[in-house]
């Protein structure tokens, strides 16, 4: 069961470590003009939304109380 919660959840680590590599390479490469291509034309913030998969890949994978409680907290901060 465990092999199935881990092929569960990381398939949104892995989605939001290359959603966040991508949005990384896409905003380095323009050299501080304005992004609207790539994965900018779908989300406005990548590092955000990738470290939102990753955080929920986390908690699938983790499912503790501190886990549960702080995972609001840290898409607030």
């Avoid at 992004?35 to 913030?45: F, I, Q, S």
Wanted: net charge positive; proline share 5%.
């Amino acid at each position: 069961m465990s092999v199935v919660i881990h092929l569960i959840s990381n398939a949104p680590m892995a989605a939001g470590l290359l959603l966040m590599g991508a949005g990384w390479r896409r905003g380095h490469e323009t050299r501080g003009e304005l992004v609207t291509d790539g994965v900018y034309a779908w989300v406005r913030h990548p590092q955000y939304a990738g470290l939102f998969l990753i955080t929920i890949g986390m908690l699938v994978q983790w499912p503790t109380i501190i886990t549960a409680a702080t995972w609001p907290v840290l898409l607030v901060v």
